[in-house]
């Protein structure tokens, strides 16, 4: 099955190969480069919950070595080709990415199908992959920012689709050769995946030679995601420190559902840039700490808000207070001016998405995922443009924001709002 979506940016192919690989392809001749994004149903999800980190290791493990290729050789491969290339393991997904110049495309696809395809999984290269994850998750241990939003995380989506893809020093220290070979024989193949192609390229000829690499790709059935299992709680980790740590989430529609954009443009006025009100109202006017901020997460059946801010023991508790304050009365006043300028600014990513191949192709990816379409850059511009201050005001007086998720890390406890405080632990 082929389909085709004009863009003035250019005409996005979309073709389903035999074997269920979704292929997106969007030429961009303006561009010096080419870049993919290519997604396997091999997330953190997938993992049996004793084997947290499985995905991620078994990521790492299929670069070490593939094909014809040793672990060394591969990397110089890819260097040779001039490839800016990164990967990793998200809730739903592993993905792969890579951007080069045009002219390298066909042999960099190739070396990454043998990379999915032909991994080695080398047993004796297993201890050095466990020793970088558990310096990586020291790291984020030894982090106070990202250990409380990593908790909050958890108690927001439940202990399987909300924990991190780092796992634990326990369970990365349990991990086998035998784990990753049967983790990959079961969810890297065809079935679910999406790859996507942005840049300067020929997209006949692209599918093409997508065809060639992965057209005989082995496919098995996608299991349906598992559903949310978060609840509303207040979680205090003692810690001597001189600043405290605040983080929270509440429950929010997921990218994809009709009111997602007036529920986004609610979240640019609190958060998006220096002007917004988080940074301006609890930073700037009342100096009560020197970082706040608010963002969007979606799922491909759920979503949140997440929010942090660092302050000092004796602000938390009001910084606390009036960030929450803020976040409940968003529809009380809102301006157009502040609409106005969250428009400018995701105009602005916009139009710099355009002069990005591997941004382009991270969208493409993105959008089919969590749409089952490409969304060209004119769609989502035209939405945004139509987008008034009723709707905005409108959605958040019918769904104002609760049953938060806190998580605050420093000397003292905070006193949290009634819904959560009855389970705060």
Not at 46 to 69: I, N, T, Y
Request: hydrophobic share 35%.
């Amino acid at each position: 099955m082929t389909s085709f979506t004009e863009s003035a940016s250019g005409r996005i192919t979309t073709q389903i190969l035999d074997n269920g690989m979704a292929v997106l392809v969007q030429p961009m001749p303006w561009l010096r480069t080419a870049a993919f994004t290519l997604s396997l149903r091999a997330g953190v999800e997938d993992e049996p919950l004793e084997k947290s980190g499985l995905a991620s290791m078994v990521c790492e493990m299929v670069q070490r070595g593939a094909g014809h290729h040793s672990s060394r050789d591969l990397v110089a491969a890819q260097d040779n080709l001039g490839m800016d290339r990164n990967s990793g393991a998200s809730t739903a997904t592993v993905s792969f990415g890579a951007a080069m110049p045009a002219e390298s495309f066909d042999q960099a696809l190739r070396l990454y199908a043998d990379i999915v395809r032909r991994p080695h999984l080398p047993a004796d290269q297993l201890g050095d992959a466990r020793l970088m994850m558990m310096q990586e998750l020291r790291a984020i241990e030894d982090e106070p920012t990202q250990r409380v939003m990593r908790r909050v995380r958890e108690l927001h989506y439940g202990p399987r689709l909300g924990r991190g893809n780092q796992g634990t020093m326990d369970s990365l220290a349990a991990l086998s050769s035998l784990d990753v070979q049967e983790f990959y024989r079961d969810h890297y193949h065809a079935g679910g995946s999406i790859l996507t192609v942005a840049g300067r390229v020929d997209a006949k000829a692209v599918i093409e030679q997508i065809g060639e690499a992965f057209g005989d790709w082995k496919s098995n059935a996608v299991e349906a995601p598992p559903e949310p299992e978060g609840v509303a709680t207040y979680e205090h980790l003692p810690a001597d420190s001189s600043q405290t740590h605040i983080a929270f989430a509440f429950p929010n529609i997921p990218y994809g559902h009709p009111d997602y954009f007036a529920m986004r443009a609610g979240i640019g006025i609190l958060s998006d840039g220096m002007s917004s009100r988080l940074f301006d109202r609890v930073r700037e006017k009342r100096g009560l700490c020197y970082t706040v901020s608010a963002s969007c997460h979606s799922l491909k059946n759920a979503g949140g808000v997440f929010g942090y801010a660092g302050t000092t023991p004796q602000r938390a508790q009001e910084t606390l207070d009036v960030t929450l304050q803020e976040i409940q009365n968003l529809a009380d006043d809102l301006e157009q001016s502040e609409l106005d300028r969250w428009k400018v600014r995701i105009e602005s990513s916009l139009i710099m998405e355009q002069e990005s191949s591997s941004s382009r192709a991270g969208s493409l990816a993105s959008d089919y995922f969590q749409l089952g379409r490409a969304m060209p850059t004119e769609e989502l511009s035209r939405i945004i443009e139509s987008l008034t201050l009723e709707q905005v005001r409108d959605y958040w007086r019918t769904h104002r924001p609760g049953q938060y998720r806190i998580v605050t890390l420093g000397p003292q406890p905070l006193t949290v709002p009634m819904e959560t405080s009855a389970t705060s632990r």
